[in-house]
């Protein structure tokens, strides 16, 4: 089994800044993606970044250029640097890990709040 634990959300205001992370433990495999997603509430989860076990990485429009994701392999750790935070940001963000063949796995969420 593999498990998942984001940590990192919180209240922030316009323009400033958050860092998400999420632990993986288990049998996460050498060849996997990591992604992390957001949803509010009464609408579907949406993907924020996507980063693979190889370092490919790509962001949803509406984040290109404020976040970056990045992950550490021996950590087993994925982070996501959240930048220039605005009030379309506000969301519980999830942690997903996909591995080839292999039932995907979803964190609990992180509220992230941005007040104006």
């Known amino acids: 089994q593999v498990q998942l634990v984001e940590s990192g959300g919180g209240l922030v205001q316009v323009g400033g800044s958050l860092r998400l992370s999420c632990v993986a433990s288990?049998?996460?495999?050498?060849?996997?993606?990591m992604s992390w997603y957001r949803q509010t509430p009464g609408n579907q989860r949406e993907v924020v970044a996507t980063?693979?076990?190889?370092?490919?990485?790509n962001y949803a429009d509406s984040v290109q250029g404020r976040f970056g994701i990045s992950r550490d392999n021996a950590k087993n750790t994925m982070y996501l640097q959240m930048n220039s935070l605005n009030p379309e940001d506000p969301a519980v963000y999830y942690c997903?890990?996909?591995?080839?063949?292999?039932?995907?796995?979803w964190g609990q969420g992180t509220q992230v709040t941005v007040s104006s």
């Open positions: 288990g049998s996460i495999g050498s060849i996997n993606t």
């Open positions: 997903r890990l996909s591995r080839p063949m292999r039932n995907d796995f």
């Open positions: 980063i693979t076990s190889g370092g490919s990485y």
